[in-house]
């Protein structure tokens, strides 16, 4: 008589969990992003040096101006990306560079901003979010979503994968992994530390890992982080960061 009743009792309980509402990875996302600076991001100035260079973001409600700026042996090289397209000047002179080439240099300097301010472009149109479950690393709670890009609108390496590991209590993006084609291919995994906040947003640098490619699946990487299993590649650090309201910008 007693095993009918441990039968029903393990159908309920899988029952209730099939029917447990799965955590939504958009209002995950939108946590993340108030607990990282939030609407500090729409309206600000941001500079810092990464690799002996000096980039700066200049946010206004949409509109936007990267810039990157260094000198070599041409002399100082400022390359400017805004909503309108690509410059770069030598010396204060026009430099033209070729379509091919303008790309490349925009991609660049794209890239490196739109890693320093994430996750605040998780919710850049783009974005498809999805929740693909919980981990524990290093004793501590996180959430994954994944984030792919739909072609329209999600540029060259639309076809990229993403997951992000976001703190289940304090919603800090902790982890990061990526898959990318170019270049012949590969995965990393990302670690934050050095987390400081700086004009009321959260900056971060990263130990930068090699992960297997092609990957299994990225939501895995944290699996292979507790098991000792990735490489360290790099360090990757911003340097002299500052933020300022835009309206003070001079």
Not at 26 to 35: L, N, R
Not at 154 to 177: N, S
């Amino acid at each position: 008589m007693k095993q009918p009743k441990a039968t029903l009792l393990v159908f309920i309980f899988f029952l209730l969990y099939a029917c447990t509402p799965q955590p939504s990875a958009q209002a995950i996302i939108d946590q993340a992003i108030a607990q990282h600076g939030g609407d500090k991001y729409e309206s600000a100035v941001i500079e810092f040096d990464f690799r002996g260079r000096h980039y700066k973001a200049v946010r206004d409600q949409g509109l936007f101006s990267y810039e990157r700026l260094w000198t070599d042996s041409l002399g100082t090289v400022h390359d400017v990306l805004t909503n309108e397209g690509f410059t770069r000047t030598i010396n204060n002179q026009p430099f033209e560079v070729s379509d091919e080439y303008a790309r490349r240099y925009s991609n660049s300097v794209n890239g490196v901003i739109y890693f320093a301010l994430l996750p605040y472009h998780l919710n850049d149109p783009a974005v498809i979010k999805t929740y693909v479950g919980e981990a524990l690393i290093e004793g501590e709670p996180y959430h994954k979503v994944q984030v792919t890009f739909r072609e329209e609108k999600g540029g060259e390496d639309h076809e990229d994968v993403f997951v992000y590991w976001i703190h289940q209590a304090t919603f800090r993006m902790d982890y990061l992994a990526y898959e990318f084609q170019e270049d012949g291919g590969g995965s990393r995994l990302r670690k934050a530390y050095h987390q400081r906040e700086v004009g009321g947003i959260l900056f971060a640098d990263y130990i930068n890992y090699e992960g297997p490619y092609p990957a299994d699946t990225l939501a895995n990487f944290d699996a292979l982080y507790e098991q000792g299993k990735l490489k360290e590649l790099s360090r990757i650090e911003l340097e002299n960061v500052e933020v300022k309201p835009l309206s003070q910008d001079v």
